[in-house]
Nanobody
Framework: QVEVVESGGGSVQAGGSLRLSCSVS????????RAWFRQTPGKEREGVAA????????YYADSVKGRFTISEDKDGDTVYLQMNSLKPEDTALYYC???????????????????WGRGTQVTVSS
């Protein structure tokens, strides 16, 4: 049984920062691909950032490049999303997801991820 748990959401003014955390526990057989997605009502889930430890690769949506940073702790148990210079359009429910290894170009497709957390709300006011 794989469990994904997010934390760290909240409300902040535009220009502020938040850090989200995600723990993935349980046996996945191989070191997983882990990613952050976000979703607003009526829209599809959007890939925000992903990390794959085995190749030390990180991936970002164009809309967050230079503002968000995905990282993990030294044990690889927890993944973080540091969000700086937040904008009102970053307001969304943020999900952490995990999947077996995949090609880097597929990182932003939600259908490729098997395991999901329940989400944590991020609200940015202008």
């Amino acid at each position: 049984q794989v469990e994904v748990v997010e934390s760290g959401g909240g409300s902040v003014q535009a220009g502020g920062s938040l850090r989200l955390s995600c723990s993935v526990s349980g046996h996945m057989g191989t070191r997983p691909f882990r990613a952050w997605f976000r979703q607003t009502p009526g829209k599809e889930r959007e890939g925000v950032a992903a990390i794959y430890t085995t190749t030390t690769s990180t991936y970002y949506a164009d809309s967050v490049k230079g503002r968000f940073t995905i990282s993990e702790d030294k044990d690889g148990d927890t993944v973080y999303l540091q969000m700086n210079s937040l904008k009102p359009e970053d307001t969304a429910l943020y999900y952490c997801a995990a999947a077996p290894p995949m090609t880097g170009s597929a990182w932003s497709r939600a259908l490729n991820y098997n395991y999901w957390g329940r989400g944590t709300q991020v609200t940015v006011s202008s």
